[in-house]
């Protein structure tokens, strides 16, 4: 038997994905990818422009877009139904948050930007932990028991 005759338990799932599964997929998506902007927008600054610390500049840069694996990989995952990928999903929302805090106490533009960023987190969590979202993942309660 081929590895395409046996799916594994996450890909045999027949019915359509659900729309709050697709949605959170889909903010997961948009968080890592505005990551990825930041990032590239402080490396390329940090390389181009006069920043006052360049490594600390560049440094920052690539950490951005390191982390922004953690939900590019979780949107990914969500979207094929993978049951490991509602961990890193809710991970990215928690770390979301205080980010969204800091933000909001800020006394500048970057206020709506928190308010932004607040929004997506929570939705993002509601979606997550949505019965249906777990249910159509695969993922079962205490003692196997679906939830």
Request: proline share 8%.
């Amino acid at each position: 038997m081929s590895p395409q005759q046996n799916p594994t338990p996450e890909t045999t799932d027949t019915e359509p994905r659900p729309g709050r599964l697709t949605a959170a997929a889909a903010l997961t998506a948009l968080e890592g990818a505005a990551l990825v902007v930041g990032g590239v927008y402080l490396l390329v600054m940090g390389l181009t422009g006069h920043p006052d610390d360049r490594g600390q500049a560049v440094t920052g840069g690539v950490t951005l877009i390191v982390l922004a694996l953690l939900p590019l990989l979780a949107a990914r995952g969500l979207l094929l139904r993978r049951s490991w990928s509602r961990g890193p999903a809710i991970i990215t929302q928690i770390m979301a948050l205080p980010v969204a805090y800091n933000l909001l106490r800020a006394d500048s533009i970057a206020i709506p930007g928190g308010i932004a960023l607040a929004v997506v987190a929570v939705a993002t969590l509601v979606l997550i932990l949505n019965p249906e979202t777990t249910r159509a993942l695969g993922i079962t309660g205490p003692g196997g028991l679906r939830e």
